[in-house]
């Protein structure tokens, strides 16, 4: 097999993964603020109050809702991409 050169940049960025009730796959969603938004989402999980959540993400969705009661976990995931130049 042969080697793809590849040019560019290799960068790092982070997902959030939101884990919900009654969806099969979680919902990826891309912040510049990551942690932050992961910390408040597990602060939502551990609340018993239901207030409903809305996300304005990065990258392919880019408005979410969902009830703070449907959310069932959260983690991060980095992911490597490459830049062009």
Excluded: H
């Excluded at 290799?10 to 993964?17: E, F, K, S, Y």
């Excluded at 969603?29 to 990551?34: E, H, K, S, T």
């Amino acid at each position: 097999m042969s080697q793809q050169q590849v040019q560019g940049k290799v960068m790092i960025r982070t997902a959030i993964l939101l884990f919900c009730k009654d969806m099969a796959q979680p919902l990826v969603l891309y912040f510049d603020n990551a942690q932050k938004v992961y910390e408040d989402i597990k602060l939502l999980i551990n609340s018993t109050d239901v207030k409903m959540v809305e996300f304005e993400p990065l990258g392919p969705i880019k408005k979410a809702s969902i009830l703070s009661d449907k959310i069932v976990a959260v983690a991060m995931q980095e992911e490597k991409y490459i830049t062009q130049g």
